[in-house]
């Protein structure tokens, strides 16, 4: 399936299930589509997917993993507050308790409890 083929409800779902923490598997399964191509709808999605404020995020810094939350969004990137309890605790004398990262670099969002 093109880019431009993606219509808008298979975009709001791959965005909700993604913020969601949604595996590639359940988000293929809900298409309704192989995985490969799921796969590759999903990748082209999450490239444009902006993220919203107080979304929890997956990020690596130095190659540790990270998590936060966004506090404030800017243009391409998002202030996040980190999540002591599930980062890299040795990145604590190199991180501020804020941080900026680059929307490219989310690896993925946690789930929102609160949207349960």
Same mark, same amino acid.
């Given at each position: 399936m093109a880019k431009e083929e993606i219509t808008a409800e298979v975009q709001q779902l791959v965005e909700t299930e993604l913020r969601k923490g949604a595996?590639?598997?359940?988000?293929?399964n809900l298409l309704d589509l192989p995985?490969?191509?799921? @796969? #590759?709808i999903i990748e082209s999605i999450k490239e444009d997917l902006r993220p919203d404020v107080?979304?929890?995020i997956i990020?690596?810094?130095r190659d540790e993993p990270m998590e936060g939350v966004i506090e404030k969004l800017l243009t391409n990137s998002a202030?996040?507050?980190?999540n002591w309890n599930h980062s890299a605790e040795r990145m604590h004398d190199? @991180? #501020?308790?804020?941080t900026v990262v680059n929307f490219k670099d989310i690896e993925g969002f946690k789930n929102q409890l609160d949207e349960e």
């Open positions: 595996s590639n598997s359940r988000i293929a995985y490969k191509e799921a @796969v #590759e107080g979304d929890e990020f690596s810094f202030i996040v507050r980190i190199l @991180v #501020e308790e804020k």
